[in-house]
């Protein structure tokens, strides 16, 4: 494991007989309760028209460090990662944003269009809106599984001229059609299923949004991809829906252009990436290679951790190992 940053921190032990990568995935979603946070939602709108929401928490001061929070697939600001780093950086007295990606707050978006693993250009609208927003705010960014996808594309993408101060990615799909496959395989065919019920809602949500609106151009886009039926891997859904919908040719040339590991050696913006070798959502072999990473990266690869696991301590009373290395790393950079 790499921890070459300026700071101690003590290594992550998953909790006594959670070692299992799929129980360390399952906890938060599944078994978690914590307090709702109480924040102020913002809509964004967007160069073409859509919206975003951010929802915020944390002190109003101007100067404040600022920290961009960015869920996975099917989630929301209100996923337990999320609400969880928005209390930990409260409490360290810095500010944070929780993105909502298009149709991800409760309500459909607006146009046809999707959110995707490569949607860079939507984070780039959001960070020019942070620095209008608060200009004195140092800003940071935080991506979890396709928001760390994001993220990671997006600062290879800027090069120096990200606009963060630094950056850190969870449990990232590297290579989107290698994860593609390995979440195909054995057990993780649950989580599979999962995202295959979510996307498709997804759709059927918007569909009938525009059918209640009248939108028929949006009905026509939904309508030319054809039966949604029997879609049940990641290349069904993205070569019949994602791929369409935001202007790619097919799966194949979608996971080529968004996926990050292609993007890593143009990142100039201290980077911390928390990675597990036991993710049952990315094969071993999809983790980037040394000379593949900038100098601005860091890669703490730890041999158990699950899919945005890292539950720690003992099950009566556990601990959320991101929630304190995530802030104390930022930190160490303000």
């Given at each position: 494991m790499d921890t070459s940053t300026a700071q101690p921190v003590a290594p992550f032990r998953p909790a006594r007989g959670f070692g299992n990568p799929h129980l360390q995935?399952?906890?938060?979603?599944?078994?978690?309760?914590?307090?709702?946070?109480?924040?102020?939602?913002?809509r964004l709108w967007l160069a073409d028209g859509d919206f975003m929401d951010l929802d915020w928490h944390g002190p109003h001061s101007?100067?404040?460090?600022?920290?961009?929070v960015l869920h996975g697939l099917t989630?929301?600001?209100?996923?337990?990662?999320?609400?969880?780093?928005q209390r930990a950086l409260a409490a360290q007295g810095w500010a944070s944003v929780a993105v909502n990606w298009r149709g991800c707050s409760g309500e459909p978006n607006l146009l046809a269009r999707s959110y995707h693993s490569g949607s860079s250009e939507d984070l780039a609208e959001?960070?020019?809106h942070l620095h209008r927003h608060r200009p004195m705010a140092p800003l940071f960014a935080v991506g979890y599984s396709l928001g760390g996808n994001i993220l990671l594309k997006h600062l290879g993408e800027a090069g120096s001229a990200s606009q963060l101060q630094g950056a850190v990615a969870v449990s990232v799909p590297f290579r989107l059609d290698q994860c593609a496959d390995r979440i195909g395989l054995g057990f993780s065919k649950v989580y599979q299923a999962h995202f295959m019920r979510e996307m498709l809602a997804y759709v059927k949500d918007k569909q009938r949004r525009f059918q209640h609106e009248g939108?028929?151009?949006g009905l026509d886009t939904l309508s030319n991809l054809g039966p949604l039926n029997n879609l049940r891997t990641f290349w069904d859904f993205d070569g019949k829906v994602t791929a369409p919908l935001n202007g790619f040719t097919d799966a194949h040339d979608y996971y080529r252009r968004s996926s990050s590991g292609y993007y890593l050696a143009g990142n100039r913006t201290p980077t911390l990436i928390i990675q597990a070798e036991d993710d049952p959502f990315v094969f071993r072999h999809s983790l980037p290679q040394a000379n593949e990473l900038s100098a601005s990266i860091t890669l703490?690869?730890?041999?158990?951790?699950g899919h945005v696991g890292f539950v720690e301590g003992r099950l009566g009373k556990p601990g959320y190992y991101l929630e304190r290395r995530i802030p104390q790393w930022l930190m160490g950079l303000a």
């Open positions: 995935t399952l906890w938060g979603p599944t078994l978690r309760r914590q307090p709702a946070l109480v924040r102020e939602r913002q101007p100067d404040s460090p600022l920290v961009l989630g929301s600001s209100n996923s337990h990662y999320v609400v969880g780093l959001v960070i020019d939108k028929q151009d703490e690869l730890h041999e158990h951790g």
